[in-house]
């Protein structure tokens, strides 16, 4: 039994202001045992957001594979750790976007952050096009073999479904083929690490807002949510955790 993980992603969004709200989403996750929470802030407001969290985790939205050096403007694992993060995203569609990073990067990120003890999220998807040529599940299954560790140790990895056309649109992908791609992902998974493939936690993320969340959370394969918009209020995250607590 996967249970529920809720994580929000706060994106180049947020303040000190805004660390109100982590608190009251803090305060509603406690409310809500049977299902994990967490929000990934930008890298400044990590430490901030960590004494305001009362427990709730805190992660990042993107780690540099190595672990010091001559990067310019790049954070490593140990650093994020170092000043409370528990967890980080690697490979959002928006970083693969907007840096080029590929599968192979995705990885080494994913390796550096697991190697320090982080949960570590990483995001595939498909864009509009792929899907329309019949390509979804393809190019996710080829996403995953690039951007997954052989073997991992120290930490939980979690691989979220994020189709590039649904985030940030308002066009949610239907249930049915967010289960079918679920259980795709699924299939590499067991065939990739066998049983402990089985144990790897599914995110659903794209447009997922209080209305969708249930029908989202009931589909089979589906371990949670990864949210952007969404999550930047209580208002708006709070019901998503507690639908994730009745799935
Ligand atoms: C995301 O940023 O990962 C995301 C899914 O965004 P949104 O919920 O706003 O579509």
Redesign the pocket.
């Given at each position: 039994m996967r249970r529920k993980l809720v994580v929000g992603?706060w994106?180049m969004n947020g303040s000190l202001a805004a660390l109100t709200e982590v608190s009251a989403i803090a305060e509603a996750a406690r409310r809500t045992p049977g299902v994990d929470a967490a929000i990934c802030t930008p890298a400044t407001l990590i430490a901030p957001a960590v004494a305001r969290s009362g427990g709730l985790p805190i992660g990042a939205q993107d780690v540099h594979h190595r672990e010091s050096g001559a990067h310019t403007g790049d954070i490593s694992a140990s650093m994020l750790k170092e000043v409370g993060a528990r967890l980080v995203i690697v490979g959002?569609s928006?970083r693969r976007a907007d840096h080029r990073e590929e599968d192979s990067i995705v990885r080494a990120k994913a390796e550096a952050a697991l190697a320090q003890g982080l949960q570590t999220i990483v995001?595939i998807g498909e864009s509009a096009e792929e899907r329309e040529a019949g390509r979804a599940a393809s190019i996710c299954t080829a996403q995953l073999a690039g951007s997954l560790p052989d073997d991992w140790r120290d930490a939980e990895l979690v691989v979220a479904y994020?189709p590039i056309w649904?985030?940030?649109?308002g066009k949610v992908a239907t249930c049915e083929d967010i289960g079918e791609i679920h259980a795709e992902i699924r299939r590499h998974l067991v065939g990739a690490y066998g049983e402990r493939g089985g144990r790897i936690r599914i995110l659903y993320?794209?447009?997922?807002k209080p209305d969708n969340a249930a029908a989202i959370f009931d589909t089979p394969d589906v371990d949670g949510a990864?949210?952007?918009?969404?999550s930047l209020t209580a208002d708006q995250f709070v019901p998503i955790i507690e639908a994730a607590g009745r799935g």
């Open positions: 992603n994106k959002h928006e995001c994020e649904a985030i940030g649109t993320g794209g447009s997922v990864l949210v952007g918009g969404c």
